[in-house]
């Protein structure tokens, strides 16, 4: 089974709107990290926001929430009032468990975000 | 500068070739990592290294081996390029509790 799931392969938007991208993660450890990455076309990754297991309010950084279920292990990425320059492919990404049990990242196969005026 | 920064940020070899690609850090950072992005995939994991005598395999390490010679330094290496091993290559580098990463620009390697 998929550790990270993204289910949306595309999302189309207009300026200025919200959207959301969902991210659903299976894990059966309860200490673990959401992270959601941007890749433009040019290809770099970009770390957007993080979430940890164990935070009781969801994570913000500007224009972007981490909506954050638990129950529901979803962990979808919110950015309000959209601009061009948020066209790019999304990443959701897990870290299972602590530090030192010697884990990596475990990305999902991301959604493509179209952003249009 | 680049905190992360990837060596080279293009290449196109030919089967049977041995190739490097070389990652450098002025991050600090103990913690260091290679993926490789297919399309469609996402990225995965090929080796990560915690410190530099620590190195240890991801989930598709088969066909590459990996160098830490330095704790800014990690090496990543095709011993003999296969097509199928074209992709574009992170090299990563991850600390603290949150174990957030920050990647290099990639490299993008063609294997004829």
């Known amino acids: 089974a998929q550790k990270i799931t993204q289910t949306q392969p595309g999302m189309f938007v207009q300026e200025k709107e919200a959207v959301t991208l969902d991210c659903t993660y299976d894990t059966s450890d309860q200490s673990y990290g959401l992270f959601w990455y941007k890749q433009p076309s040019s290809g770099e990754m970009i770390f957007l926001i993080y979430q940890g297991s164990y935070d009781e309010q969801n994570a913000t950084e500007g224009r972007y929430s981490l909506n954050f279920q638990k129950a529901r292990k979803s962990a979808n990425l919110v950015i309000s009032a959209s601009q061009l320059g948020d066209s790019a492919m999304y990443f959701c990404a897990m870290r299972e468990g602590l530090i030192q049990a010697g884990t990596a990242l475990i990305f999902g196969k991301g959604t493509t975000l179209s952003v249009s005026s | 500068d680049a905190d992360v920064t990837q060596t080279p940020r293009n290449r196109i070899t030919k089967t049977g070739k041995r190739i490097m690609l070389e990652c450098s850090q002025t991050?600090?950072?103990?913690?260091m990592y290679w993926y490789r992005q297919d399309p469609g995939l996402g990225l995965r994991l090929i080796y990560y290294s915690f410190d530099v005598k620590d190195i240890n395999k991801g989930e598709i390490s088969d066909g590459y081996s990996v160098s830490r010679q330095a704790q800014a330094k990690f090496s990543l290496s095709l011993e003999s390029a296969i097509p199928n091993q074209t992709a574009l290559y992170f090299c990563a580098t991850g600390e603290g509790p949150q174990e957030t990463q920050y990647f290099g620009p990639g490299t993008r390697l063609l294997v004829l």
């Open positions: 991050k600090g950072h103990d913690r």
